[in-house]
């Protein structure tokens, strides 16, 4: 073979392999370089609704997540298989993420979980509304679960019981869940807290966990101090083993629906409710606040005392005076309508 036609065949296997460097560089480049922008910041979180398509998804990259290069992204998301593949979620994206990297998280459906938060929940409507704000689902769509009598006595309950199964607190969890799925991790939950300890003290009490919740519901609506709790929670339990009416002010509040009263009269007591525990007997029939743990775990060590009587001091300080005599309570109770009078509180 001349030396002309060797360097020709040299030259074009040069060029073929060069091509072909350039090329397999290239291909991994797409995969493997930077593709998100995000200036200063660090991360950033995208949400990809449920039922959401890929083309969903690349605007929602593009308006949020810092995407540089779409045609890229779309590239590497068919090569990996996740065009038809979208998975719904809240994702952290991180600033210059490669396409595969990116790809990778969203294919795998590898989100971050929010830490759900919900307290001073009065209500189950107030509930819905707290968690709206949170997750994916809306109010409405919870609701109708919530309001669903089948599925309260499915885990156990009557419907005036059900909300005592959500206990505030801060949880750990997935943005797109299901409301189903939610009321199912809020049962495990609740069970995991009515551990064995804390039934062996409501089972001493003579009250079943539903009934302590309930209980709690009042105090935490009658006080916000946490040093006096025990100490209220012991005179609703000596009310209560006594065969006392229970009379507490904020079950006539929620009875009625006016949560902001100021001062209960003589004709709101009157108003007809299995809530108002002025007119009956024993436990209304479902929370009037969803009661914190530590307000349950204050009822379960209720102070042991002789008192059957508060009332708010007139100091407004939000603390109560305690009676063992209607005597005593009456000049307590005396003193502070006295002080709501001199306020000018109707």
Request: proline share 3%; with cysteine; charged share 25%.
């Amino acid at each position: 073979m001349k030396k002309s036609s060797k360097f020709i065949l040299l030259l074009i296997i040069f060029f073929v392999f060069a091509g072909l460097a350039w090329a397999i560089n290239n291909f991994y480049g797409v995969f493997f370089r930077s593709n998100v922008d995000l200036g200063e910041q660090k991360s950033t979180i995208i949400f990809i609704p449920t039922g959401s398509d890929f083309e969903q998804v690349c605007e929602i990259m593009k308006e949020n997540g810092g995407l540089q290069a779409e045609d890229q992204f779309r590239f590497t998301a068919k090569q990996k298989g996740y065009i038809d593949n979208v998975k719904s979620g809240r994702y952290r994206i991180r600033n210059n993420m490669s396409n595969n990297a990116l790809v990778n998280m969203l294919r795998a459906g590898n989100q971050e979980p929010v830490m759900l938060v919900f307290n001073n929940v009065r209500t189950i409507n107030d509930l819905a509304l707290k968690i709206e704000n949170q997750l994916e689902f809306s109010a409405d769509s919870l609701l109708r679960f919530l309001k669903n009598d089948s599925i309260a006595r499915a885990y156990g309950f009557t419907p005036d019981e059900f909300a005592v199964m959500f206990i505030p607190n801060t949880y750990e969890i997935f943005w797109n869940i299901s409301p189903e799925n939610f009321i199912e991790r809020m049962n495990k939950e609740y069970n995991t807290f009515w551990n064995d300890e804390r039934i062996e003290k409501a089972s001493k009490m003579n009250r079943t966990p539903i009934e302590i919740s309930i209980l709690a519901s009042i105090v935490i609506s009658e006080t916000s101090k946490r040093d006096e709790m025990s100490r209220v929670a012991g005179v609703y339990v000596n009310r209560l083993n006594r065969g006392m009416k229970l009379e507490a002010d904020p079950t006539v509040k929620f009875a009625i629906g006016d949560f902001e009263l100021k001062r209960i009269l003589y004709r709101h007591l009157e108003y007809d409710s299995p809530y108002n525990t002025y007119k009956n007997h024993g436990l209304p029939p479902g929370p009037i606040y969803l009661p914190d743990a530590y307000v349950i775990d204050a009822v379960l060590n209720y102070e042991k005392h002789d008192y059957i009587f508060m009332c708010a001091k007139d100091d407004f300080s939000g603390y109560h005076a305690f009676a063992r005599t209607n005597a005593e309570h009456e000049r307590n109770a005396r003193r502070y309508h006295d002080a709501l009078n001199r306020n000018k509180i109707r």
